[in-house]
């Protein structure tokens, strides 16, 4: 049976919610008449594209998450709020992004992953909306809920429509264009939020959405998610304009229809299923590397990035973290650059050791200055120090651990598979992000010292987990890599 006939009977109960359109379906022939379809066929213009209006997803879930930071004491002072309440709205957003998980690849396998990211788009913006009109706690609160559920599905689909619209050559410098965006969204969030009201940065916070929306309305639906729906002429279509007009798909066509033709055809895949060492290897370590990258407390640094360089003696806090976040930006796109080049697994290695010995230098600092004199020259060095291990921190974090976890995730799992594991694994992951934002302030007020501590203990079982379990995928198709669990 051929890949046509067996997909006809349900092509028309999953229709893209945004349909990929006519206006890429010419042949060779009427694109030659274009100027620029040489340029896309050489420089893989049109993918590159496809990623910048998605990326805005991202800078999104990055304003999100640098919102809370610098506008602490601004948001306390008028609303009168207690500082626990400030914590609560600051972990709320991870709370909304847990119920996007659970929804986020269910929603991306019913209607398609364009329509997912405007789905995604709309509470984003009623979320802003809420914050920046609030009154009091209430409507920060339900503004950050809705703000958290838009993250939780943008933080999902954007990172599989990347992995599955990329050539396999690029396909790791674009997936970390993912976690780059996100940076500069963090960093943005920093700048402005030392000269910006906390109400107007609420409102520039609706930028990056409604952005994409229309842009939305420009890109191909992931030709993978097509093809599995049976909509074989879209798929094509879809495949040829992200590979240029003159370029010849058929090999790269002929290797996803097979792949889907050894796979269940299901939309559905019950969770008994999982158990299967063909799923629950690939699941076992997206999850493993989504959760440790949250549990070495990159989001308690970013968070309270402010505090920690007060404690530590650093007078500027407020530009220190608009530091850190320049810092971070900069990192991640050396991490773009050396992906398809150095590996996946290399990097991850690198990465998570350097955060291993940065944790180590600045828990050793907040322990040597608890037992020095204030006036001591000794303790204006351990407040360096301490500044020094936090920068190398997030520039080791950057370099591998901040991007690669997403960019493996939406590698390794079978298509078949990818709505309800991709779910559980950016479930687990936004699970230990509220986790270790909720706990971080109680453990710094607990001891400095002790919490870089135990950051650093995760770190380490980083590096062994990656050793150990984590395959290299670089240069390889998703076809090769979610074959090689079987």
Sequence with gaps: MSFRDESDDGRDLRKPFLHTGSWYRMSSRQSSM??????IRESSISVVACVLIVALGPIQFGFTSGYSSPTQTAITSDLNLSVSEYSWF??????GAMVGAIASGQISEYIGRKGSLMIAAIPNIIGWLAISFAKDSSFLY????LEGFGVGIISYTVPVY?????????RGALGSVNQLSVTIGIMLAYLLGLFVPWRILAVLGILP???LIPGLFFIPESPRWLAKMGMTEDFEASLQVLRGFETDISIE????????ASTSRRTTIRFAELKRRRYYLPLTIGIGLLVMQQLSGINAVLFYSSTIFASAGVTSSNAATFGIGAVQVIATGVTTWLIDRAGRRLLLIISSAGMTVSLLIVAASFFGKDYVSEDSSLHSIFAILALVGVVAMVVAFSLGMGAIPWVIMSEILPINIKGLAGSIATLANWFCAWLVTMTANLLLTWSSGGTFTIYMVVSALTVV???IWVPETKGRTLEEIQLSFR
């Excluded at 066509?253 to 889907?260: D, Q």
């Design 253 to 260: 066509v002929n290797e996803i229809k097979r792949s889907l």
């Design 142 to 145: 339900m503004g950050r809920l």
């Design 465 to 467: 987990f990656v050793t």
């Design 162 to 170: 990347i992995a599955e619209i990329a050539p396999q050559n690029l």
């Design 90 to 95: 600051g972990s709320l957003s991870n709370v």
């Design 209 to 211: 959405c409604t952005i």
């Design 34 to 39: 274009m100027g620029s379809s040489q340029v």
